[in-house]
């Protein structure tokens, strides 16, 4: 089928159209605000572009508005039959449960406005008649995720339903562009201008720091008249308020709970009518909602918990329990953090720092969801500084300053499945597809080479795997044009489609009754038949594991562990860091100005800071030494065991391993030496096992940017870290395949599969392409080469401050109580940090 050529509504049409788009406006009590208006006219001029307004403030009537419109001043003759055959419009969410929710807001403007048009969501959670509806053009607005539209484009019935469209919808853009996620997306954009190349596409971003790249991204292959940016300037209010502890209760130093400010918590929950309590991850999740169902007054039903680990039919049970406002406490992560709309919710409550000015307000507009109401968010400390980091964030978020989400580039295993499903789709040559894929922002610059390689790779596995068949999924057929293999490679393939890996997880189910979850395959091996842990909200027994399933039952004991997962960090903010460092010295050295509530509560702990130590100005680098086993003179305690030192760039714990890694490389290759250390979100701990002179070091080059990726390199096992990431970029290229029909394969296998096939190429083929790939991946995104050559910079330019209390600081001491978690002891962590912290302010 060739590309569809629809003839241009005429003006008539559509005055028509809009007269009665205003009459169903009229007919819902929508005002209509400017910015949807210049949405609306900027799609009826035929542009392109990215639609940026603060959550709540109805972005979806704004991008939908104009596609609408255009589909009523076409319709014509449609409107005496049934629609023809084919997408309109495609609306494309990073979740499932935002695609049911975007779903049902659609059908009624569509079934009021479009009655002969069928709306379907193809997603894993489709109904059959949906999934065929999609495949075969049977729906004119599609609702969809990237993984969905990717499987739908590796056909060629799928391909032919998107030649008669008209519109792209990306929601939440900003939540996939720095993924592999989005750069799968941009390739499927490429393969729908192709298809359809009048299309018109827009993005939706709430919260988002670099629109212009963002847009730039999404949109291409048109001229900068073609493209718009449209905000929301409306104000909106930005309130965010922190719950302060008496004047005689102090705050801890350390910690991350926060679990002492449970009774005003609940206080605050019980004085609204539905309220989500937001924790930065699944086990704090789980914590809070023991300690809360331990206390609640009300039936146990009206209290719930919601987090990426459990069963989707949970998740949605609690999602509509708060629509229908049969839940008066949700206790949640980040998987409420995206626009679903819960407009019954009227109090949102953080504990912790959300560590971005980005997702504290994306998580304040789950409170009130409606447009031009105020975003208001309650605060709760877990220790003492997320009260500078709660008054940091509020200014930033006050001023719109969000945090940028930089694009990823060149991921050649995403680019290695994309080629393969090309050939699924009536297969491709490699210029045509070449030449296509560098219309995107994320192979804008891709080499010949590595395209060459790619290919190279998809048709016999590389120079190392020639000899095995199961390796050749790519053929050449009569006409030349790459072709799958065989039905089998294609089966696989398709099955396989997506680009988040698979990870070491075991279901955890009743034995009498539903799936609650899964978690990590580390966690359920410590276990032991009979023993007790928190999960889904509840305390529950293992019985037993059989097939990567944990089979338990409830138990009247209290769960004595609770499950952790990796990579459960929420990423810190640099803009929040450096803006908390501001506020901490003009606090100091400004005592008598006015201050907000949370650093006038922090004044006691600022001024014993500047006692023991210094409070740095942002213009300087605060290294303490410190002895854990004080001796009498300077001299004595630099040169005894036990000293550490405790260095603040305020830049985030991911970025401060990375400087702990690069300083004991560079101290060890002046003088041997061993180091161990600990890292927050304030600083790092640095402990030598033998004695360095601080004030003979030359701290610029210490510093330095020179020589910094082989320096990183040399400074850990690079070799495993690589290895690490093979294992995800194997999956996703379709070198690894976790999916086979009719077969299981547990984390153990997939893990001896990857690292034989990385020996293998490593020893035999060191420039693999997925090999190039995962040694990129491992410097970019595990030792975050970045982020730390823009913070050298930062610090070149700051000058060191040494100092050396007698005893920890309130700087030092969080530090210090990381680096107690990997000690042996018969106290817990939290006894010995409660002894040491009564100890130090007293």
Known sequence: MQPHAPTPPTRKAWQQARVRWRAWLVAQGVQPARFQQRAWKAFENGQSGLIAAPTGSGKTLAAIGGPLLQAMAMAGAETERRAERGVRILWITPLRALASDTTSHLLRPVQALLPHWRTAMRTGDASAKDRAAAQKGLAQLLVTTPESLALLLSSELGSASFHTLHAVIVDEWHELLPSKRGVLLQLNLARLRLLAPMVQVWGLSATIGNLQEALQVLVRERSTAQTTIVQDTRSKA?????????????LPWAGHLGLANIAQVLQQVLATQSCIIFTNTRAQAELWFTALSSIWPLDLATLSIHHGSLDHAMRLHVEDGLRQQRMRC?????????????????????????????????RAGRARHRPGVPVHITTVATQAMDLCEFAATRELAQAQQFESSPPLRLCLDVLSQHAMSMSLAGGFTGNALLQEVRSTAAFADLPDSQWQAVLDFLQHGGQALD???????????????????????????????????????????????????????????????????NFAGRSLE???????????RKSSKPGTRTPAWTGGF?????????????????????????????????????????????VPHHTELLVEIINTAPARSRKAREASTGVAWFIYPFAGRVVHEGLALLLAHRLAQQQANTFSWACNHMGLMLVPAVAVDAHALNWPALLGSEHLAEDLAAAVNFSEIARRRFREIAQIAGLLNARIPGMSFNTRQLQVSAGLLFDVLSKYDPEHVLLHAARREAMEQDLHLPDLQALLAQLSAQTVVLQHPDQHTPFSFGLWAESMRGQLSNESWTDRIRRMAQKMEG
């Not at 949700?330 to 000015?357: E, K, M, N, R, W």
């Not at 460092?581 to 050295?589: N, Q």
């Open 467 to 533: 000899a095995y068949p199961q390796y050749r999924r790519l053929a050449r057929d009569g006409m030349q044009r790459y072709v799958p293999a065989d039905a089998k490679v294609a089966c696989r393939h398709r099955m396989a489609i997506g680009t988040i890996a698979e990870q070491s997880l075991v279901n955890v189910q009743f034995l009498r009754g539903a799936r609650l979850g899964s978690v990590e395959e580390g966690f359920i091996t410590k276990l032991s038949p009979g023993d007790v842990f």
């Open 542 to 552: 293992l019985f037993r594991v059989e097939n990567l399933t944990a089979w338990v």
């Open 570 to 614: 929420l990423p810190f903010s640099n803009p929040v860091g450096q803006r908390m460092k501001s506020l901490l010295a003009a606090t100091h050295h400004t005592p008598d100005a006015p201050k907000v509530p949370e650093m006038a509560h922090l004044q006691p702990l600022i001024a014993l800071q500047a006692t023991r130590s210094h």
């Open 238 to 250: 930005f309130d965010l308020k922190a719950l302060l502890p008496p004047e005689s209760v102090r």
């Open 330 to 362: 949700v206790v949640a992560t980040s998987s409420l953090d995206l626009g679903v709309d819960f407009p019954a919710v009227d109090l949102v409550i953080q504990v912790g720092g959300a560590h971005s000015v980005a997702r504290l307000v994306q």
